[in-house]
């Protein structure tokens, strides 16, 4: 038996309370009730059948509490005149809510829109498209509305999130809610105060002109001759964005490695300049123009992913060579194939004929699914082999005309 009962009609109201409809009706200037809801009933060969079971059926929605049954005269062959469900209505919103245990949550609705009209009525929009995370946020309205109002108040401030004087209201509290309070600044503040292209919850303090934490980047020098500090030779350094795009070292080859280990075990070599790379991350290295004089090597993963980040550097410097991520490497080392969980499936346009070619074996599974071959384990020995030609194709590394001693 298929026919509409209590529990499936509740259940057509509770997805409209689940799409967040019921709550946003308060902005509705029609008004939805009473509601007509859909009722599936007895067949006339079911009527036959199940004639008991179908007065049953009709009684028990006539008896049920907020449902409004509307009937229909239907004359049957066997037992004559009858009268059934023709369809059910809930006559208020009220009644609704009732019926789901919501007339709290909408009390507590609206007790937000008003807070909000009275407050900062510019982001209004936001609740009747979000009402059931409205909901949620219930017990941090205020604060949210406390942000986006000294947002208002000092547009693109140049201060850190930590430096947000508003009672109550901790640089924590604004990290945690970074996604919503996006979109509420958004509505409320003037375009002029938003860059819009700076997207996603990381890119939260660039977008409103709040200071963020500097992007850093830890190098080595594998060449000893060379000082980045005077009396320290090869020391492991970290500097932040703007300090490395001013550095002034007489290097003429960079490499980049994603593996910690990696990055520390690389062995001297003239000229040379080690980076711990930073995945999908390269805005803090593209603002240093002197790479661009240098030979720049990256040495990823054997993986989709690894070739993802290649073309992503490519983006940023063109000159780009990868390094033992090769076939020869990967057919190396089968004994360490490992399993790459989500493998990248987009087209990459930035990477060489060989490997593209690698790429899309990866990428098809023409080996075998999900093949992968992390860097750190590769065999030393093998690395070093590697490195050493690269030091012989660049025997005299010399820089470009115009990077030694910049400032």
Known sequence: MNWSTPKDLKAQLARLWERG??????????????LRLSVKGPTSAEITDRFEAVRTWAATLATTPPLRVEWQEVRHRVHGLQRLPACVWIDSADDALGWL??????????????????????????????PLQTLALS???????????????????????RQV???GVHSKFIETHRAAL???LDLALPAD???????????????????????RIRLRVLDPAIRVFAGLAGPDVTLDADS??????????????????????????????????AGYGWDALSRADWLAQCSIHYWGDIDTHGFAILDQLRGHFGHVQSLLMDRAT????????GWEEKPQRADLARLTADELSLYDTLRDNRIREGLRLEQEYLGFDWVRERLEQLTDQESKPERKPGVAGRT
């Open 182 to 184: 996006s979109e509420l």
């Open 193 to 215: 105060c938003v860059d819009a292209s700076r997207t996603g919850v990381a890119q939260f303090a660039a977008r409103y002109g709040f200071r963020d934490k500097p992007q």
């Open 165 to 167: 004087d508003v009672p």
């Open 21 to 34: 409809e019921l709550l946003r009706d308060q902005f509705a200037e029609e008004a939805r009730f009473p």
């Open 139 to 161: 017990g941090e309205w205020a604060r949210l509305l406390a942000v986006v109002n000294w947002v208002v108040a000092h547009p693109r401030p140049g201060v850190y999130l």
């Open 101 to 130: 245990g919501k007339r709290r949550d909408r009390d507590e609705f609206a007790n937000l829109i008003a807070c909000t009209r009275t407050q900062c009525p510019a982001v209004l929009p936001w609740l009747e498209k979000r």
């Open 244 to 277: 490395f795009s001013r550095l002034a070292v007489d290097v003429a080859r960079v490499i980049i490695t994603e593996n910690e280990t990696n990055f520390l075990a690389l062995p001297e070599m003239p000229g040379t300049l080690a980076i711990f790379g």
């Open 330 to 337: 990967l057919d190396a080392h089968e004994a360490f194939w």
